[in-house]
């Protein structure tokens, strides 16, 4: 349920949270950082009272293993949505308010089709699949940006966070896909080296195509990414801080930032 | 009705290695090839890989459904199969559906079809998710089953494809089908009729009761099984089945600790020393001697519980999980780290976990099919298998896995150790529960069924080539999204005071718990309310089973309501089975019928207390003669390449190490993120710098030499491993974990006393107060032929220290040219045990030995310079001794080290630069100060040995020079750093 005390008048943002999630109460934690109220509330209340996504101008979908990622990584989560909340999620990006899809999150997000979907086709055309390493990683990652469609990102800003998944390797039905998504301007971020080059792996950690690590949908207000923008928010969580001055900024904050200036901007 | 067969394969071309360009699309189909050929078969060209889903609608009357789901639509057709596949089951971009049973395809090379699935019984996440999505597209099905098919293409013999059988499928839980024709095995359900049994005893003799415990799988011994009969000859009557199951099971090794709390009598190089009670005059004794005001609850719970700060405590536990891990690997060290989440959250009223350690011992993994007795799995297999298990589980929970260590001997090669540790924290307030009388008894999480079913009784005994198949059932299958959702509600549950007690289903399932919780009290469970995963369970296999994810909680019947609603609100299910009661009398009743009544003072306080026998007899060794060399650095880079020092980056990148936010300090640093941390640091709370620091000690080899000699260094080394990163030295709690052979023979469990008595000198002389602890005995193998393969003695110790300001924390990586390098401690001749030695195949006599004094000292000084800011980075030295640990420095911080030995605090005896290169002698530090801070630093350390030994150089080399100026070392860096990443670059 809502925590009334926990609406203000400003930006509120709600932290979608269901079996298996578990970047929750961090990404409640950037969020609140970044300042705004934001609350965490579970997929079974949502469905009862779907009304409750009116209280909110952001939605963020967190990382975990919903539902264990059984089937395929988001797939449960996705089809759950895709059944009982479609219409509700899509009047929300439609009324202009925005959507943040992390890791499990960006998953949820292509296999509901939100992301993953092209015009004029409708059907979904883009998937994220298995590493190419066949594991699970977790290892820092270069991010840059592309576009300025997408309001979540500072276009001109080089970001470095972790990534922790064993299936964020993003593939498409054919090469007019990525082609169109790229006229679109839907790549938001790609993974490269500290001096913004791609390459191969451990440049690009899954084998992603193009070395997508983020995309948005047409308006630019949904954004997924397999890295954590949460898990740096902070300067004791980069992987070397002992070796950095104290003014190091925390990259992940940018996207956060920006989430919340922009509501304030133009949906206050 | 019919039975739906989907058949879901990769789609070639959607999805080709971004990174070769070349190779199969098929990432499952790859892996399954690359085992294949580390099988030593090269005629396998390709493998192809598919996930089957076999689902049985739901009839249209839905009345013959009687587990949970009622359906409202009844069998689907034809198109709707098709949607499922489309839309749930195959990935519409990158993989195709085969509705039906597909055939090999024609015209490749000879195809050999396998399918894997699992047991009858055996818990299947992935189908119980399918059937959650089927509900959600408005369909209901009766059940779903998962199953795994590859396709070999390429000639292979009878001989091998059992190979490969093996090598892909494990016996315990899963049933193999070759063959496109063969029929996957039916489930069974057929339900439960009940049947009273009772077991005669009463007129048993001696050897008769002994093969009635052995028939049974009892593993009780004859003492035992003559307490028992005489109890129940004094009732007059004879035990009932369950009523002998749960005797088993409460006086097992494993959930009693008898060695352990047994008296003994040591004979100790002919002087005699008697123990009450080993355990509490040794480890508890130097914990009540110490009396730590911020020790809050210790060796009562779950969990050893201390103070984090003003409003909260941690908790801290760690288990081992090794039989079962043994006979499956993936799904022994899954439930392992399953387990032991659920002793934090059934600690007190149940705390949160924040960070995992998991610690193993393995054979060395390069070994040959034939040097494997049979009965046992390859090493290699074991550690992929165990890896994957923690990763699986720890990182769909949530928690960070932060901390662990890998020790490989080929003693281990029968008996895999798997030392899964959880941290948690909870508010001060939360931490005691006690059930009241009247309370109602409450199961939730998971289902029961037969997995792990004398999980207990079989991890008190040996292992042996038979134990595959008789204790097959002894394997546990973990969900850990079961356990997720468990934890989420469990935490607004207590957050509401809506539970008076809680605490786990563990070894011994629902006996175990309940039988706990109600000691004091008495309880009355009612078995046919356990909700079941299937039917057939008869009452005793519902009492007895160790199916995952359950835990018991007491509730007032006035929170019953609001309780409940917060458990079904997140679909978490939750079920009264029974009550609490004052009768002091465990009642275990089925369909109304008393099926077993038990006095609880016999069943907790009836076992026969234990006197033993020990001795230990210090060795005869010496110390081998070693030709003297121009320099080392071959030694150096075969260390670095030797399995227990080589980096073991592959294993913790498939941990996530970051998850909640917290890790401050994480496994791997350094300028490219993969030099070796010696220490984690995690800030549980967001809103305070405080942070705690985790680390471990353990050294087998030291044991081989002197055991008490190795718990002292564990101990120093698990210290002075969190003080390298920070933690203060006056608040450090420690854990044991003792893993040994077989402890009925004088010699090793004189080897155990021998250790037990170093922690109790250990703890009192740091003063840190061991706050939990857990032992694993039997720990040999009996082979085909007789042979005995028994483990080395191996104590684990875990220590957590608090950090005041995580923003103080300092890491081993050498950070800048220019500055010193200081060694703090003293460097001795122990070679012995040391892995100089080891690449030797010397064991040597002089093993290190702990001046605690000095120790002590070193680490309340070495704080005291992090906490000021005169110290850049702190690095432990251990395993390889001083060159391996300056090399660790150099190539982490991606700078060249000059380094002086002149400079070098040392003992006499220790003048030939091998043994000042690579001594293992306790109690030191390597630390990088900058020039300007010499002065200061220098005045902090009087009083404790320490020298100048170097400084960090942007000259990428690492160069030692001995006393007389000579250069014994002379390496690049890169080079060095490749010798330490290959060996488990896998």
Known sequence: MIQKGKISNGVNALVLRAAGINCDVETQYALELAGCQAQRIHINRIIESPDILDT???????????????????????????????DRLNAFI??????????????????????????????????????????????????????????????????YLPIAHGEGKVVFENNEVLERLKADGRIVFRYVDENGNTGPFPINPNGSTDSIAGLCDSTGRVLGLMPHPERFVRHTQHPHWTRLNDKTRADGRTIFDNAIKYVKQNLL | MKQWRFEVFDRPGTCACATTGAGSDDVHGRGVHQDIKELGIDTIQEVQSARVFLIDPAPSDNSVLNIGRCGVEGDFDADFA???????????????????????????????????HLKSGVTDPVAESVMTAI??????????????????????????????????????????????????????????????????????????????????????????????????????????????????????????HKTLKSSIDLDFNGQKIHFDNL???????????????????????????????????????????????????????????????????GTGLGAKPIANTDIFCFAEPDKSFDEIPRGVLHPKRIMKGVVAGVRDYGNRMGIPTVNGAIFFDDRYLGNP????????????????????????????????????????????????????????????????????????????????????????????????AVGEMGASLGAEVDLEKVPLKYAGLSYTEIWISEAQERMVIAVKPENLQRISKIFSDENVEATVIGRFTNDKKLTLKYQGMQVGQINMDFLHNGLPKYSRKACWHSKNLTEPVLEKKENYNDELLKILSSYNVASKEWVIRQYDHEVQGGSVVKPLGGIANDGPNDAAVIQPKSNSDKGIAIGCGLNPFYGDIDPYWMALAGIDEAIRNIICVGARPDRIALLDNFCWADCKKEETLGSLVRSAQACFDGAVGFGAPFISGKDSLNNNFLCDDGTEISIPATLLISAIGLVDDVKKCVTMDAKSAGNLLFMVGLTKNE??????????????????????????????????????????????????????????????????????????????????????????????????????NYNDFAKLMLGVPFGQIGKITEQKRFIVKDAAGKKVIDIEIDKLKDAWQKPLKW
């Open chain 2, 417 to 512: 150790l798997v030392f899964c540790g959880n941290i948690g924290i909870m508010p001060k307030d939360k931490c005691f529960g006690k059930a009241q009388s009247g309370d109602l008894v409450m199961v939730i999480g998971g289902r029961t069924g037969r997995d792990g079913i004398h999980g207990a009784t079989f991890s008190s005994g040996a292992l042996t080539g038979e134990h595959e198949t008789a204790f097959s059932h002894a394997v546990q299958i973990g969900n850990a999204i079961t356990e997720k959702k468990m934890l989420d509600t469990l935490l607004q549950a207590r957050q509401q005071k809506l539970y008076n007690a809680i605490t786990d289903c563990g070894a011994g399932g629902l006996s175990s």
């Open chain 2, 279 to 345: 355990i509490k005059d040794t480890v508890f004794k130097a914990t009540k001697q110490l009396d730590k005001p911020w020790c809050i609850s210790v060796f009562k719970d779950n969990a050893g519980v201390i103070e984090f700060d003003e409003t909260d405590a941690v908790c801290f536990k760690v288990e081992t999980h090794n039989h079962p891990s043994a006979l499956d690997p993936y799904g022994g060290a899954a439930t392992g780290i399953g387990g032991v989440l659920r002793d934090p959250m």
């Open chain 1, 94 to 159: 439609e009324s202009g308010k925005i959507v943040l899809g992390i890791c499990n999150g960006f998953q949820v997000l292509v296999k509901t089709g939100i992301l993953g979907k092209i015009e004029p086709s409708g059907r979904q055309q883009i998937t994220i699949t298995y590493n190419d390493s066949g594991k699970f990683e977790d290892r820092w990652v270069y991010l840059e940006p592309s576009g300025r469609k997408c309001i979540f990102i500072d276009p001109d800003r080089r970001i």
């Open chain 2, 831 to 932: 070679l012995g045990g040391s892995h100089y030695y080891k690449i030797q195949n010397q064991l040597g006599a002089n093993v290190p030995k702990t001046d605690i004094k000095t120790a002590a000292a070193a680490a309340e000084k070495i704080h005291r310079a992090i906490d000021a800011g005169l110290i850049i980075s702190c690095h432990d030295c251990s395993e390889g001794g001083l060159a391996v640990a300056l090399a660790e420095m150099a190539f982490a911080g991606g700078f060249g080290i000059h380094a002086d030995l002149k400079g070098l605090p040392k003992t006499s005896d220790c003048a030939a630069p091998a043994t000042q290169l690579f001594s293992e002698s306790c109690s030191r530090y390597i630390v990088e100060v900058k020039p300007e």
């Open chain 2, 82 to 116: 098709k949607r499922l596949a489309g839309e749930l089951l195959a990935d519409p971009v990158c993989e195709n559906f085969h509705i039906g049973r597909s055939s090999a395809p024609a015209g490749l090379a000879k195809a050999t079809v396998i399918e894997i």
């Open chain 1, 56 to 86: 909110f101008q952001i939605l963020v979908i967190p990382g975990g293993f919903s539902y264990g990622d059984d089937v395929a990584a988001g797939k449960i989560l996705a089809n759950q949505i895709i059944h009982h909340l479609s």
């Open chain 2, 135 to 256: 509900d959600d597209m408005g369909k209901k099905c009766q059940a779903v089953r998962t199953a795994r098919k590859y396709i070999l293409f390429g000639e292979i013999s009878e001989k091998q494809l059992k190979k490969i059988i093996r090598r892909l499928s494990n016996d315990c839980i899963e049933v193999v089908v070759i063959g496109t024709d063969a029929e996957p095995p039916n489930p069974h359900l057929a339900p439960y009729k009940l049947k009273l049994k009772t077991i005669d005893i009463t007129k048993l003799n001696e050897s008769q009761l002994e093969q009635l415990s052995k028939k049974m799988d009892l593993f009780l011994n004859t003492i035992e099984v003559k307490t028992i009969q005489n109890y129940y000859k004094t009732l007059g009557r004879e035990p009932t089945d369950v009523e002998l199951e749960t005797l088993a099971q409460t006086w097992s090794e494993h959930c009693v």
